[in-house]
């Protein structure tokens, strides 16, 4: 068990209830997909264990194993900032020399002409990618992904579904797009009606937002 959840509140910043999550474990080798509409809480749930995570005790209901070694990425991609240049980021961060990082950079699909211009000059695919690098030089063993592929192209999206599943990572995601929650989900927690609930697949959610989308 990595993470025990002993049915925290996840709540509004104002303190309005959004959901409960029941007694839930996470456990190495879960691939855990959060379902749900928008605005359900999904982000603010994984906010809430990436703060368990940073602050042991600081959530009293989530208990988190300690040799959880975290991966996070957020929809912004702030885990990379934006004034440093991939290069410097990636050698300073990781304590690599320069040729190490270029080649690195280069591997994750970060042209050399791209490395010393500052991150936030870089496209969105461009971050992304360079987002997964960090991530794959963290060596996590518990990945929080919100929204992970929101400017991958196919091969960064498939080189993330590489990722996670070659390394069996465990990991608690949202995502909207279809095909990447079928290829990495072996869990499914759905949100609705202020609380979460496991399915045994994401295809009645599904179902049910296309029904509305009509």
Known sequence: VLITL???AVETP???LLFRTGKRHICQG????????NGVGKSRFIAMIRAAIAEPGSEESVKVTPSTVLG???QALSGIGADATPLAMVSRRFEIGEQRARSLLAGAGVAIEMQEKRIAALSGGQRSRLMLLVLRLLNPN??????PTNHLDIDGQEALED??????????LASHDR???RAIGNRFWLIEKRRLTEVDSPEGFFRSVAATER
Do not use: M, N, W
Not at 163 to 172: D, F, R
């Open 163 to 172: 990722e996670l599943l070659k390394h069996q990572a465990s990991c608690l």
């Open 6 to 8: 002993d049915d925290p």
């Open 179 to 181: 095909s990447f929650i």
């Open 14 to 16: 104002d303190g309005t």
């Open 72 to 74: 996070y990425s957020d």
């Open 142 to 147: 518990f990945y929080l992904l919100d929204e």
């Open 30 to 37: 879960d691939r855990i997909v959060l379902l749900g509409r």
